[in-house]
């Protein structure tokens, strides 16, 4: 199968440096997104999101022609949908957006189609979007009306790339590809082998569903293994990076680092989707969600004791007079993607707490998110933190934190969520 036109619907953290990808090996790539700002940002050449060298690749691509963006979807060979795919109130998935995108994109099919369902997903929503495309196209068939002989093929495709790494990893990492029928998991393997180096291992819809949110849901458990650890060690008055570091010695362990949560749209998300469909089994991967979802409110408290601390140090003081810095925000290190990051949550929970101000160092954005926007949070320079804050709070291991030679100065408590200073 021939594709010379490839249209990818979001162009976030994973849409994006896919169409960038396809269009520097040649490929025609229109890109959509709701995001205006994001669309003009794109069609100037720039990038609205930090990854190492995707600006230099979406520079030339946009330079030479083979990608623009477009709010409005258009005419294409081949779909591939990397919208966002949260979680409601209730932990169950929210596929409101896949629906958006799939409404969006059925008025324009053609016979020959294929469209690919990127967004990581609960099991069945790429049956859930030919469904959706079938019921807005009863003009065409569609690969559950009549298998092999269907007019628009359907797949299922995850990422399973490193922000930061995300370049590399899109044509180095292996593929699972689950077609709806093995024609149409044909039809997307011609597709990313334009690109893919990794090897293209094909399965079934519901199989690929399931192994990208196996293979985050085995991240979060181990995760949440080192996250208990951290709270018991504390306890315990042991130094938990010392603990895993001798542990980890032992030929058939390798225990995870703990952190102040879990954060991101895969691993913090991804794992309820299991849950979801299977509550009443799933009792392993549920706990870990929980005890990855409670560390930030240990963290909290562990703030708490901080400005108690503080302030029986310093009886001259008072709470209104101590200043918090939180150094990160971002859901891991080196990038700017603040999506369902623990850091975030604690720094907005603690701008809610009576003291002084606070605070924020992030060296990856330029504003404060909403959610942070109140009268007493400033966005800080690493320096300026340094010399002001009463308490130090480390959330995220940046590279700039972690070449950091600091000694605290007198009656200034270090908090290290991640053991840059305490490891």
Same mark, same amino acid.
């Given at each position: 199968m021939k594709f010379e036109i490839l249209s990818v619907i979001g162009l976030g953290y994973i849409g994006l440096p896919t169409a960038a990808t396809f269009a520097s090996r040649g490929m025609m790539v229109i890109g959509v997104d709701v995001n205006q700002k994001a669309v003009d940002t794109i069609n100037s050449g720039g990038i609205h999101i930090i990854e190492p060298d995707l600006d230099i690749v979406v520079r030339s691509v946009v330079q030479s022609g083979n990608l623009r963006a477009t709010t409005i979807p258009e005419p294409a060979d081949a779909f591939i949908v990397a919208v966002p795919t949260p979680f409601k109130d209730d932990k169950q998935p929210d596929l409101r957006y896949i629906e958006a995108a799939s409404k969006a994109i059925a008025p324009l099919l053609q016979k020959g189609n294929l469209v690919i369902l990127e967004s990581t997903s609960p099991? /069945?929503?790429?049956? =859930?979007?030919? @469904?959706?495309? @079938?019921? @807005?196209? !009863?003009?065409?068939?569609?690969? =559950? =009306? $009549? /298998?092999?002989?269907?007019?628009?093929?359907?797949?299922?495709? !995850?990422?399973?790339? +490193? !922000? %930061? *790494?995300?370049?590399?990893?899109? $044509?180095?990492?292996?593929?699972?590809? %689950? /077609? +709806?029928? !093995? *024609?149409?998991s044909q039809a997307a393997v011609s597709l990313y082998k334009l690109f893919v180096q990794g090897e293209c291992v094909v399965t079934n819809a519901r199989t690929a569903e399931m192994c990208k949110l196996t293979e985050n849901s085995f991240r979060d458990v181990n995760i949440a293994f080192a996250n208990e650890l951290s709270i018991i060690c504390d306890k315990l008055d042991i130094n938990v990076w010392e603990l895993i570091k001798l542990a980890n010695r032992h030929p058939r362990v390798n225990i995870l680092q703990p952190g102040p949560g879990v954060g991101g749209h895969c691993i913090a998300v991804d794992p309820w989707f299991i849950v979801a469909s299977a509550p009443d089994e799933a009792r392993l991967i549920s706990t870990a969600r929980q005890v990855n979802d409670h560390k930030p409110e240990w963290v909290i408290d562990q703030v708490k004791k901080a400005i108690a601390d503080f302030l029986l140090a310093n009886q001259n003081r008072t709470a209104r007079d101590v200043t918090i810095a939180c150094l990160g925000l971002a859901f891991k290190p080196d990038i700017d993607d603040l999506r369902e990051s623990p850091s975030l949550d604690i720094a907005a929970k603690l701008a809610e707490m009576s003291f002084g101000s606070m605070l924020v160092v992030e060296p990856n954005v330029e504003l404060l998110p909403d959610s942070l926007k109140q009268k007493n949070i400033v966005l800080s320079d690493t320096q300026s933190a340094l010399q002001k804050a009463d308490i130090l709070l480390l959330l995220v291991d940046h590279s700039q934190f972690k070449d950091w030679e600091y000694q605290a100065r007198d009656n200034q408590i270090l908090i290290d969520t991640r053991g840059v200073w305490t490891r």
């Amino acid at each position: 199968m021939k594709f010379e036109i490839l249209s990818v619907i979001g162009l976030g953290y994973i849409g994006l440096p896919t169409a960038a990808t396809f269009a520097s090996r040649g490929m025609m790539v229109i890109g959509v997104d709701v995001n205006q700002k994001a669309v003009d940002t794109i069609n100037s050449g720039g990038i609205h999101i930090i990854e190492p060298d995707l600006d230099i690749v979406v520079r030339s691509v946009v330079q030479s022609g083979n990608l623009r963006a477009t709010t409005i979807p258009e005419p294409a060979d081949a779909f591939i949908v990397a919208v966002p795919t949260p979680f409601k109130d209730d932990k169950q998935p929210d596929l409101r957006y896949i629906e958006a995108a799939s409404k969006a994109i059925a008025p324009l099919l053609q016979k020959g189609n294929l469209v690919i369902l990127e967004s990581t997903s609960p099991v /069945g929503a790429t049956e =859930q979007m030919a @469904a959706w495309l @079938a019921e @807005a196209r !009863p003009d065409l068939t569609f690969p =559950q =009306q $009549v /298998g092999e002989e269907a007019d628009i093929c359907v797949a299922h495709c !995850p990422e399973r790339v +490193l !922000p %930061g *790494k995300v370049l590399v990893e899109l $044509v180095n990492n292996a593929r699972v590809i %689950g /077609g +709806l029928t !093995p *024609k149409c998991s044909q039809a997307a393997v011609s597709l990313y082998k334009l690109f893919v180096q990794g090897e293209c291992v094909v399965t079934n819809a519901r199989t690929a569903e399931m192994c990208k949110l196996t293979e985050n849901s085995f991240r979060d458990v181990n995760i949440a293994f080192a996250n208990e650890l951290s709270i018991i060690c504390d306890k315990l008055d042991i130094n938990v990076w010392e603990l895993i570091k001798l542990a980890n010695r032992h030929p058939r362990v390798n225990i995870l680092q703990p952190g102040p949560g879990v954060g991101g749209h895969c691993i913090a998300v991804d794992p309820w989707f299991i849950v979801a469909s299977a509550p009443d089994e799933a009792r392993l991967i549920s706990t870990a969600r929980q005890v990855n979802d409670h560390k930030p409110e240990w963290v909290i408290d562990q703030v708490k004791k901080a400005i108690a601390d503080f302030l029986l140090a310093n009886q001259n003081r008072t709470a209104r007079d101590v200043t918090i810095a939180c150094l990160g925000l971002a859901f891991k290190p080196d990038i700017d993607d603040l999506r369902e990051s623990p850091s975030l949550d604690i720094a907005a929970k603690l701008a809610e707490m009576s003291f002084g101000s606070m605070l924020v160092v992030e060296p990856n954005v330029e504003l404060l998110p909403d959610s942070l926007k109140q009268k007493n949070i400033v966005l800080s320079d690493t320096q300026s933190a340094l010399q002001k804050a009463d308490i130090l709070l480390l959330l995220v291991d940046h590279s700039q934190f972690k070449d950091w030679e600091y000694q605290a100065r007198d009656n200034q408590i270090l908090i290290d969520t991640r053991g840059v200073w305490t490891r």
